[in-house]
């Protein structure tokens, strides 16, 4: 069997959970030498592709090593929507790099035109997967803070507790860098998934700082 020089991207959510696992998986993959790791904390769904240190820095590496292919554990690791994924995927094969699925057991741009049309069918059906189940979630977090306010129940920000302006903006670059391009507020909330209020809190502390 031909092996491979390959490196490893895995993201967790949040800075409790650990790639430990991803990578030990990986680890154990036939066909493949691992050259190197790269792993980030950082929710795919709030940080766009360009905004991920890691993920960036491992795609500069594999052009410039020419490394011949890339392993993840599952393709949600990678875009944050269909969009970004495809785009990604189209990127690696224009570059001939071949993209190894861990859940899905395959192995994109591997040289089979079949196989990868079948392929790419797949990864979209599971990058639409992964996106309505984020988008699910969001929506039964809403649904429970309706409920409490239903019940009379605080909603918001512990009382007596305070978030600085700086910190709040650090939360939200991406809303500040839409607001400076002069987007327009439905444009922001459909890019950044959130709130008009959010929005306009985040230009109040734009133009109170000037």
């Given at each position: 069997?031909?092996?491979?020089?390959?490196?490893?991207?895995?993201?967790?959510?949040?800075?409790?959970?650990?790639?430990?696992?991803?990578?030990?998986?990986?680890?154990?993959?036939?066909?493949?030498?691992?050259?190197?790791?790269?792993?980030?904390?950082?929710?795919?769904?709030?940080?766009?592709?360009?905004?991920?240190?890691?993920?960036?820095?491992?795609?500069?590496?594999?052009a410039?090593?020419?490394?011949?292919?890339?392993?993840?554990?599952?393709?949600?690791?990678l875009g944050r929507n269909t969009h970004e994924t495809l785009t990604l995927l189209k990127q690696l094969e224009e570059q001939r790099i071949?993209?190894?699925?861990?859940?899905?057991?395959?192995?994109?741009?591997?040289?089979?035109?079949?196989?990868?049309?079948?392929?790419?069918?797949?990864?979209?059906?599971?990058?639409d997967l992964a996106r309505l189940e984020s988008e699910q979630l969001s929506a039964r977090i809403k649904s429970g803070i309706q409920e409490r306010k239903r019940n009379g129940l605080h909603t918001g920000r512990l009382v007596g507790t305070t978030e600085s302006k700086l910190k709040f903006l650090a939360k939200h670059k991406d809303i500040q860098k839409y607001i400076g391009q002069g987007m327009?507020?439905?444009?922001?909330?459909?890019?950044?998934?959130?709130g008009m209020s959010t929005i306009s809190k985040v230009k109040e502390c734009i133009n109170s700082s000037d």
């Open positions: 069997m031909e092996i491979m020089e390959s490196v490893i991207y895995t993201r967790v959510s949040t800075q409790e959970q650990s790639t430990s696992r991803q990578v030990n998986d990986l680890r154990k993959v036939d066909g493949f030498k691992v050259v190197k790791v790269f792993s980030e904390r950082v929710s795919g769904f709030s940080k766009k592709m360009e905004e991920r240190q890691q993920l960036q820095s491992m795609l500069r590496y594999v410039e090593n020419k490394v011949g292919a890339i392993m993840v554990h599952e393709i949600s690791r071949k993209l190894y699925i861990h859940n899905l057991n395959i192995t994109l741009n591997a040289g089979n035109p079949t196989d990868d049309i079948f392929s790419k069918l797949i990864v979209t059906i599971v990058s327009s507020y439905s444009e922001i909330k459909r890019l950044c998934r959130c």
